[in-house]
């Protein structure tokens, strides 16, 4: 009964290819995020939504669409993937936008080859 | 431009003895300090949390210092034990433009030795 799930936990593919990453809390929090760990271990936040809406959107590139099915689900699609996305990306969710502890995936390790 | 500086990448103890972590934060919109313990191929738990309305908080063997004027807090462990190594991070969050986004140390990997 996993609190936030991602998957896959691992993602091998080429440069320029489409994937898709997915996240799931059963927690019944209304906010979840997109975070990712860098090479040099920096977590940053990319995307947050509350109840479906897009709320958060850092300075990401556009090839990085997140999209929210419902608000037990976040998912990250990145297109034409190039080698600096290889990263650890994290899924969190909190209770609400408020602010306060947010709870975290186990992360998926992205490698772009 | 890190807003929150976890300058210590690595701290070793001695089980039994106390660990202290430390961070430090740039902006005054911060209000609210968490701290998460990482294991390798895990996503970052929640540990402690912390407001600003507050200098300590305690939970256990962990106890987080907040000081204001510093712009400074601390994590102390005690007793360290074995189970305790791990990465741990510091992360704030506030008003304004800081709320609702976490902002993260680099995190200090903590190893206690029996």
């Known amino acids: 009964d996993t609190a936030v799930s991602q998957t896959p936990k691992y993602l091998v593919t080429q440069m320029g290819n489409d994937k898709s990453i997915k996240c799931e809390q059963n927690?019944?929090?209304?906010?979840m995020y997109w975070y990712k760990q860098d090479s040099k271990k920096f977590l940053k936040i990319m995307f947050s939504y509350n109840n479906k809406e897009l709320i958060i959107n850092e300075t990401v590139p556009n090839r990085f669409s997140p999209k929210s099915p419902d608000k037990a689900h976040l998912n990250l699609h990145i297109n034409s993937l190039e080698l600096g996305d290889s990263a650890v990306y994290f899924c969190?969710?909190?209770?609400?936008?408020?602010?306060?502890?947010?709870?975290f995936g186990p992360g998926t390790r992205l490698t772009v080859t | 431009d890190q807003q929150v500086k976890q300058n210590s990448p690595s701290l070793s103890v001695q089980e039994g003895r106390i660990s202290i972590l430390n961070c430090d934060y740039t902006n005054s919109m911060f209000d609210y300090f968490l701290w998460y313990k990482k294991y390798p191929a895990e996503g970052p738990t929640f540990l402690i949390s912390?407001?600003?309305?507050?200098d300590k908080n305690e939970d256990g063997r962990f106890t987080v210092f907040l000081n204001k004027s510093a712009k400074h807090l601390s994590l102390h462990i005690v007793p360290s034990q074995p189970g305790d190594s791990a990465v741990y991070f510091c992360?704030?969050?506030?008003?304004?433009?800081?709320?609702?986004?976490?902002?993260f140390g680099r995190g200090t990997q903590l190893t206690v030795w029996p």
């Open positions: 992360a704030a969050s506030g008003r304004g433009s800081t709320l609702g986004r976490l902002y």
């Open positions: 912390i407001s600003s309305i507050k």
């Open positions: 927690l019944g929090h209304d906010t």
């Open positions: 969190a969710s909190s209770l609400n936008m408020g602010g306060g502890e947010q709870y």
